[in-house]
């Protein structure tokens, strides 16, 4: 049987697919860019019909069907490994609830849990010419995913961009169970935010001084880190790799700007490597079909072996606040959940333990709430409930406005005076109280 043929005999419509989910199953979404279209309205006609269906993806770009209805958490549950604001919303609502893990530990997760998702359905790139459908930029955890799925669903979407790479960046026809040609709709896109603030382009220049000629980069998403993918772009730094958890736009600008070519890389020499990808169509149209890109699962690009093998790894994420223990929140504001512990431990450590290589923890000194006030992100400790995503122990440089401090194997009263030098002078009278009052502050500290 030619590929053809195997595709004509499993082609049905969406209405027909999704005829396989039954009440109390787990049924996986994809993620990011490959969450369900069609198959997500088509399984939303079936609501009434249904109770307790658990289906897990992570990053939506917008509301899923299943969701439209006010009563939709009496028939579904939104279980994301990974938080948008669309899910933060979910939260709110009683129809969503995330499953904290480390990143890199998704794979192994999927192949060895005991309630694996029973039906699997995503969007995928058309098939090519041997019969495999490509995941596009998320590689992610989907190859694993697959293997314990008693029903795979591929949404066939041409507008996906075919993200080539090493291993699990697609699934052959021999392994689905259906196809459906869906509606092609444009690929969710997730912007940077807006223009990068003073403050960014202050932290960002503290960061990019200190990135050598043949360094590997990893960014996280947000200002800070694409202002900093900003100034490289723009500086004399040359022969930089990329090997990321997440691709962003800042990459296709530096790539763009001849600043990228991985010839210093002790493995993967010459690729850009990523488990995902979200961003602009820029972005994607880039990764379509790029050689010199690389699709690889999550446990191989956030897998500290892999990231300490590369000389002057510089990975550069973000906080929302941290405390003068050294203790960094990116997950939370107190019991408000934001996003998701992801890969960024993984990369704080593995960058420490590569030859050379750092790793930045960036931030703002201070916010402004609602009602304008101003407020410190260094905190004498985190507040209630919020989650400790690295521990005292791991963080190396910390990054604000006011300067760049290096944390790594100090005690507690240097770390404490180290924290307090680059916070907003306005608070730093008041943390040095607070940490008098914690013991963690010598009194010959000025």
Same mark, same amino acid.
């Given at each position: 049987m030619d590929f053809t043929q195997e595709y004509k005999q499993k082609l049905v419509t969406a209405d027909e697919a999704v005829k396989t989910v039954r009440s109390g199953d787990w049924v996986d979404y994809g993620w990011c860019t490959n969450t369900a279209e069609s198959l997500d309205k088509a399984l939303a006609k079936r609501t009434d019909e249904l109770t307790d269906v658990n289906v897990r993806g992570g990053i939506l770009f917008k509301l899923p069907a299943i969701f439209e209805r006010e009563d939709a958490g009496e028939h579904f549950t939104w279980n994301s490994w990974h938080m948008s604001g669309v899910e933060r919303h979910l939260i709110n609502r009683g129809c969503a609830y995330y499953a904290p893990i480390r990143y890199s530990e998704l794979p192994r997760y999927y192949r060895d849990s005991a309630t694996p998702s029973r039906v699997a359905m995503f969007q995928v790139a058309p098939m090519d010419a041997h019969g495999y459908f490509n995941f596009g930029p998320s590689a992610s955890h989907l190859g694993a995913m697959c293997e314990r799925a008693e029903v795979i669903i591929v949404e066939v979407n041409e507008n996906m961009p075919r993200?080539?790479?090493?291993?699990?960046?697609?699934?052959?026809?021999?392994?689905?169970?259906?196809?459906?040609?869906?509606?092609?709709?444009?690929?969710?896109?997730?912007?940077?935010?807006?223009?990068?603030?003073?403050?960014?382009?202050?932290?960002?220049?503290?960061? %990019?001084?200190?990135?050598?000629? +043949?360094?590997?980069?990893?960014? /996280?998403? *947000? @200002?800070?880190?694409?202002? #900093?993918?900003?100034?490289?772009?723009?500086?004399?730094?040359?022969?930089?790799?990329?090997?990321?958890?997440?691709?962003?736009?800042?990459?296709?600008?530096?790539?763009?700007?001849?600043?990228?070519?991985?010839?210093?890389?002790?493995?993967?020499?010459?690729?850009?490597?990523?488990?995902?990808?979200?961003?602009?169509?820029?972005?994607?149209?880039?990764?379509?079909?790029?050689?010199?890109?690389?699709?690889?699962?999550?446990?191989?690009?956030?897998?500290?072996?892999?990231?300490?093998?590369?000389?002057?790894?510089?990975?550069?994420?973000?906080?929302?606040?941290?405390?003068?223990?050294?203790? %960094?929140?990116?997950?939370?504001? +107190?019991?408000?959940?934001?996003? /998701?512990? *992801? @890969?960024?431990?993984?990369? #704080?450590?593995?960058?420490?333990?590569?030859?050379?290589?750092?790793?930045?923890?960036?931030?703002?000194?201070?916010?402004?709430?609602?009602?304008?006030?101003?407020?410190?992100?260094?905190?004498?400790?985190?507040?209630?409930?919020?989650?400790?995503?690295?521990?005292?122990?791991?963080?190396?440089?910390?990054?604000?406005?006011?300067?760049?401090?290096?944390?790594?194997?100090?005690?507690?009263?240097?770390?404490?005076?180290?924290?307090?030098?680059?916070?907003?002078?306005?608070?730093r009278d008041e943390l040095i109280k607070e940490a008098e009052k914690m013991h963690i502050w010598r009194r010959s500290n000025k």
């Open positions: 993200c080539l790479g090493g291993t699990e960046c697609g699934i052959h026809i021999s392994d689905v169970t259906y196809i459906v040609e869906g509606e092609n709709p444009p690929i969710g896109e997730l912007g940077a935010g807006g223009p990068a603030t003073d403050v960014d382009k202050t932290v960002a220049k503290l960061i %990019v001084d200190e990135i050598p000629n +043949g360094a590997c980069l990893q960014l /996280g998403i *947000g @200002g800070m880190p694409n202002a #900093v993918g900003s100034l490289i772009a723009e500086s004399d730094l040359k022969d930089l790799g990329v090997h990321t958890e997440m691709y962003v736009d800042a990459f296709v600008d530096i790539a763009k700007a001849g600043k990228i070519n991985g010839s210093k890389k002790q493995i993967d020499r010459f690729r850009q490597t990523y488990a995902f990808g979200a961003g602009t169509k820029k972005m994607y149209d880039y990764m379509d079909d790029n050689p010199e890109l690389m699709s690889a699962p999550v446990d191989y690009t956030n897998d500290i072996r892999s990231i300490s093998a590369i000389d002057n790894f510089i990975s550069i994420n973000n906080a929302v606040d941290l405390d003068l223990f050294g203790q %960094v929140n990116a997950e939370t504001a +107190g019991i408000k959940h934001i996003s /998701g512990a *992801g @890969g960024q431990l993984d990369f #704080v450590l593995g960058a420490y333990l590569s030859n050379g290589g750092k790793s930045f923890i960036c931030c703002s000194s201070t916010f402004k709430t609602k009602d304008g006030q101003l407020k410190s992100r260094i905190l004498p400790t985190l507040n209630p409930g919020s989650v400790v995503t690295d521990t005292r122990a791991n963080i190396h440089y910390l990054v604000t406005e006011y300067g760049k401090v290096n944390l790594k194997g100090l005690s507690t009263w240097q770390k404490a005076e180290a924290i307090i030098s680059v916070a907003h002078p306005d608070f």
